[in-house]
C-alpha cells in the first residue's frame, strides 16, 4: 500500500478533516489499495450510530437533520451528514439560495458533511454509502445521518442499513403516504410528520394509523409517529430523545447486521469481478470484432454476453468448488 | 424458452399492448428466458429514433414530453415514453394532482407510457431502460422518449444513450445552469430554454452561450439554443421542427453506438457473472462462517473479499486467455 494510504489512515483515526475527505474521494473512486485502506481502518469502527432520514422530496428533510444535528452536537455529540438526495441542498442538487441557507450546520463544531451522487456502473451508490459511513465511523464520529429521498430502489436500499430509520410525511402533499414509495413506509422505526403546522397534519397521522393497521397484528408494537416543524425546531429534542431512547434497545441489531454483512461481502465481491473483467476486455480489444458485427447488423449483443459466459461460468463454479 | 415468453414475443411483433407491458416488466425482472427473448426481438429494433429529454427538477419536462410527443402524435408517428425521473408525473413519483394533470397524453392513440423505478443492485437502469427502449421500438414505435431527471450520474448515462438529447433550463432557479450537474449540460444537442415567459429567460440564454464559448472552439458548431412555454405549447413546433431536422443528420451516429454496444455488452456480461456468483454463494451457504467473524469482530468484510477474489481472478484470467 503506498505512502499516502498510509498518511491518510493515520489523518482519520488523528482526526485530521482533510484526510477524511481525502479518504472518502479515493474510497469512493476505488484507487488502488482502497480495499486493504478499508481493512485497515476497519478495527476502528462499530462506535457511530447511524440514522437514515429519508421521505419525499419537499418534505422537509435537510431541514429536519439540520435541525437534529444541531441537536444532537449541543448534547456534545459529534455528527456526520451523508447526503444522497439529489434534491438536497446539502448534496449540491438544489437551488443556490437553498444550499446557502444550509450552510449553517455544516460549519458546526464536530460536523461533517459528505454529499454523493448517484453512482454509474454496479449499484455502487449503496456500497459507497456504507463505506463513507465506516470511514466516518473510524474518524470518531458518534452519529452519522444517511439523508436519502424515498423514492428509488436504491434510496431505500441505503437507508436501510441504518440503525434506525426515519420517515418523514408532510401533509398538503395530496395523499402523504402515497407520495411516499411503496416499500419505504414499511421501514420505519420511526414516522415523523413535519410541517405539522399545516392543516391536514392530523389526517396524516391518522393515515399512517391506518395503515399500520392493516400492516402491523393487533397486539404487535408499532413505530411511534411524531410532529415536527423543522423550521421551527418545534418537536425536534423529542424526536430526537426517542431516537436515542430507541438506539439503546438494540435487540434486532445483530440479525440486521448479520444481513448486512454478507450483503457487503456479496456486493464488494461483484465490483471486484466486474471490475476485472471489464479490465480483461478493455485490454485485449477482445470485444471490437463484436461490437463491429453488431452495429453492421449482423448479430446481437445478448447472444455475444450468451456465448461468452457459459465457459466464465464453467470456471468459476470449479473454482468455487475448490 | 416456455410458451409464454413466445406468444409475448408475437404479441409484441403484433403490436398487443399487453404483450408489450408484461414483456417489459419480465425482461426487467430478469426472469429466465429474458436474454433469449431480447435475442429474438433484436432484429426488429434499430428503426424508432431515441430522444433524451432531461433537466433540474422543476424544469417542465414533462410537461414538455407531453407535448412533444402530441406534436409527434399529430405527424403521424408513434411515441413511446420511458420516464426515469423519479419526480416525474409520469413515474408516480409526483403529487397526485399531477399525475391526473399528466394523463392526456398516455390516452393519446399509439402513445404507449413506461415509467421506471431507479433500480437496485448492479447499475441496472441504464441497462434497464435501454432493454425498454428497445421493446418499444421493436413493438413498433417511431420514436422513443426517455425523461430523466439531470441530477444523477445514472440519468446521465441514460440520457446519453438517446440518438438526440435535449436539455431543458428554466429562468428563476438562480443560477439556471448551475443547478443543472455538471456532465449534464456538455450532453445536449439541442437546450431548451422552457417558461421563456418568465422574467430572465433571456439571460439563461446568454449564459449557455457564455457557457458555449468557453467549451466549444471557435468555429465549431454549437447545439441551437430553443425557448419554449411548455404549459401553452408556445415554440414545440419548431423544437419538434428541429429535433426532426438534426436525426436526418446521423453522421456521428454509427460511432456512438459502437462505444454503446460495447458498453451493453460488457453490463449484461457483468450482471449476469454477478448474478452467477450470488447464486452460488447462497446455495452453498459458504459465508455463513465468515459473516458470523465478522459480526462477532474477529475479521472484516474486506479482507474476506480480498481472499475471496484471488483464485476467481486467476480462473477468469485463464477462461480469458483461452
Redesign the interface.
Known amino acids: 500500500m503506498g505512502v499516502e494510504w498510509e498518511s491518510l489512515i493515520d489523518g482519520v483515526k488523528k482526526g485530521d478533516i482533510r484526510a477524511l475527505a481525502k479518504m472518502i474521494t479515493r474510497v469512493e473512486n476505488r484507487e488502488p489499495g482502497w480495499?486493504?485502506a478499508?481493512?485497515r481502518i476497519?478495527?476502528y469502527t462499530?462506535k457511530a450510530h447511524v440514522i437514515g432520514i429519508t421521505g419525499?422530496?419537499g418534505a422537509g428533510k435537510s431541514t429536519l437533520t439540520n435541525k437534529i444535528t444541531s441537536d444532537l452536537v449541543d448534547r456534545g455529540y459529534k455528527v456526520g451528514i451523508v447526503a444522497v438526495d439529489?434534491?438536497s441542498p446539502f448534496s449540491g442538487?438544489?437551488?443556490?439560495?437553498d444550499r446557502l441557507r444550509m450552510r449553517d450546520v455544516s460549519l458546526l463544531d464536530g460536523v461533517f458533511v459528505r454529499s454523493m451522487?448517484?453512482?454509474?456502473?454496479?449499484?455502487?451508490l449503496?456500497q459507497a454509502a456504507r463505506d463513507v459511513v465506516k470511514i466516518m465511523d473510524a474518524f470518531g464520529k458518534d452519529f452519522v445521518i444517511i439523508e436519502t429521498?424515498g423514492?428509488?430502489?436504491?434510496?431505500v436500499?441505503i437507508v436501510k442499513t441504518a440503525d434506525i430509520v426515519l420517515v418523514i410525511c408532510v401533509p398538503g402533499?395530496?395523499?402523504a403516504i402515497?407520495?411516499i414509495?411503496a416499500g419505504v413506509m414499511e421501514i420505519a422505526d420511526i414516522y415523523v410528520v413535519n410541517k405539522a403546522d399545516r392543516e391536514g397534519a392530523d389526517q396524516v397521522v391518522s393515515d399512517i394509523r391506518a395503515m399500520l393497521d392493516l400492516s402491523t397484528e393487533e397486539n404487535a408494537p408499532r413505530p411511534p409517529i411524531m410532529k415536527t416543524i423543522a423550521s421551527t425546531g418545534e418537536g425536534v429534542p423529542q424526536l430526537v430523545a426517542a431516537v436515542l431512547d430507541l438506539l439503546k434497545k438494540e435487540s434486532q441489531k445483530?440479525e440486521r447486521?448479520?444481513l448486512q454483512?454478507?450483503e457487503?461481502?456479496?456486493?464488494?465481491?461483484?465490483q471486484?469481478?466486474?471490475k476485472?473483467?471489464?479490465q480483461?476486455?478493455d485490454k485485449?480489444g477482445?470485444?471490437e470484432k463484436?461490437?463491429?458485427e453488431?452495429?453492421q447488423?449482423k448479430r446481437?449483443?445478448?447472444?455475444?454476453?450468451?456465448e461468452?459466459?457459459t465457459?466464465?461460468?464453467?470456471?468459476?463454479?470449479?473454482?468455487?468448488a475448490?
Not at 264 to 270: A, F, R, T, Y
Not at 311 to 320: A, E, R, V, Y
Request: aromatic fraction near 4%.
Open positions: 480495499m486493504e478499508m481493512r476497519y478495527p462499530g419525499s422530496p439529489p434534491s442538487g438544489a437551488l443556490l439560495g451522487a448517484t453512482r454509474g456502473a454496479l449499484g455502487g449503496n429521498v423514492v428509488g430502489q436504491d434510496e436500499e402533499q395530496g395523499d402515497q407520495a414509495k445483530r447486521q448479520k454483512v454478507k457487503e461481502i456479496l456486493v464488494i465481491l461483484e471486484e469481478v466486474a476485472f473483467l471489464r480483461q476486455f485485449n477482445k470485444l463484436e461490437v463491429q453488431v452495429v447488423g446481437d449483443p445478448y447472444s455475444i454476453v450468451q461468452m459466459i465457459p466464465l461460468m464453467k470456471d468459476l463454479q470449479i473454482s468455487n475448490k
